[in-house]
């Protein structure tokens, strides 16, 4: 199993930028697929932005994608998530999330480690 801690929320002011990190430990992430996932208060998690193993193929939720970057370094077993033009409704914990298979998914269920989430906070 491998552990995931999040690093590099805050508090932003609309418009502002954040980059997120995810460092594994325990497990390489060379072979698995990487996403983010948010939940602000009182919603249900919601997918954010996917990456496949090799870095190749990237995936975005229609409500961040232009906005959002996904990427991943595997010689430093990190994934990041640079988030730019951030809005209020963009405030939420952000979770990273790993699936040991080399394609990723929207759907949470399918990956199974999870970091414990960083919070970003966009002020208006």
């Known amino acids: 199993q491998v552990q995931l801690v999040e690093s590099g929320g805050g508090l932003v002011q609309a418009g502002g930028s954040l980059r997120l990190s995810c460092a594994a430990s325990?497990?390489?992430?060379?072979?698995?697929?990487m996403a983010w996932f948010r939940q602000a208060p009182g919603k249900e998690r919601e997918f954010v932005a996917a990456?496949?193993?090799?870095?190749?193929?990237?995936d975005y939720a229609d409500s961040v994608k232009g906005r959002f970057i996904i990427s991943r370094d595997n010689a430093k077993n990190t994934v990041y998530l640079r988030m730019s033009s951030l809005k209020p409704e963009d405030t939420a914990v952000y979770y990273c999330?790993?699936?040991?298979?080399?394609?990723?998914?929207?759907?949470?269920?399918?990956?199974?480690?999870w970091g414990q989430g960083t919070q970003v906070t966009v002020s208006s």
């Open positions: 999330a790993a699936r040991p298979l080399y394609e990723s998914t929207r759907v949470a269920d399918f990956f199974t480690s």
């Open positions: 990456i496949n193993w090799r870095g190749a193929s990237t």
């Open positions: 325990g497990r390489t992430l060379g072979t698995s697929a």
